[in-house]
């Protein structure tokens, strides 16, 4: 099974940085995602990472650190629309299921 | 990217009926579906793995017999809500893999908020 942890709340000013934690205890791991949740929507995909390192998409980094069951995400230069939930989650290696944390919810300020 | 059609967006019933929320991979095969349910401020949580063909395999603590699923073919899984109750209004979501790029993320459908009254 999976264990995953992120921080329930974080607030940011606009054009700030944020930086959402997770980390996590996994039986078999093949990846790790993040995504962005609007209020009453479904997920929308931010990155994915299996190997460690730092991916970097525009505004959004995610990294990897697998021996530390680690990983966060980098919302830069932030905007009001960033105002959602941030998902993490963690698939399994052998049957691919998805399991997510219970979610970060960001709130930009101006 | 692949899109996954997901309907009806919303749907309101009264207690004691079933509700039939679609799932269609539309520009890819999905040999794999992943039904989700999720309560308000709270993640989402797997319900059942839906496989084209096959029985699915459903989550501990999830009634496999009021939650049926069916995958008839390569593109559709439909989850059923039976006689749903109150307890049973939440927002289900599904997703799938593409077959033929395995190696990244599932798509997720837009979401099904049910309201049982």
């Known amino acids: 099974g999976q264990n995953i942890d992120q921080p329930t709340e974080m607030t940011a000013t606009e054009g700030a940085i944020v930086q959402i934690n997770c980390t996590y205890q996994t039986s078999g791991f093949n990846g790790l995602f993040w995504y962005q949740q609007h209020a009453g929507e479904a997920p929308t995909f931010l990155s994915y990472n299996v190997l460690d390192g730092l991916e970097e998409k525009g505004r959004f980094s995610s990294f990897l650190s697998r021996s530390k069951g680690y990983s966060y995400l980098l919302l830069k230069e932030l905007q009001m629309k960033d105002s959602a939930s941030y998902l993490c989650?963690?698939?399994?290696?052998?049957?691919?299921?998805?399991?997510f944390g219970a979610g970060t919810t960001v709130t930009v300020r101006a | 990217g692949a899109v996954v059609s997901q309907h009806p967006s919303w749907v309101i019933c009264k207690s004691g009926t079933s509700v039939k929320i679609e799932c269609r991979s539309l520009?890819?095969?999905?040999?794999?579906m992943f039904w989700y349910r999720q309560f308000p401020k709270q993640s989402l949580m797997l319900m059942a793995t839906s496989n084209e063909g096959s029985k699915a395999t459903y989550e501990q603590g999830v009634e496999k017999d009021k939650f049926l699923i069916n995958h008839a073919s390569l593109t559709l899984s439909t989850l059923t809500v039976t006689s749903a109750h109150p307890e049973d209004s939440s927002f289900y979501i599904c997703?799938?893999?593409?077959?033929?790029?395995?190696?990244?993320?599932?798509?997720f459908g837009q979401g099904t908020r049910l309201t049982v009254v």
């Open positions: 989650a963690v698939r399994d290696r052998d049957d691919y299921k998805l399991s």
């Open positions: 520009d890819f095969q999905a040999t794999t």
């Open positions: 997703s799938a893999r593409d077959l033929e790029v395995m190696n990244t993320e599932a798509f």
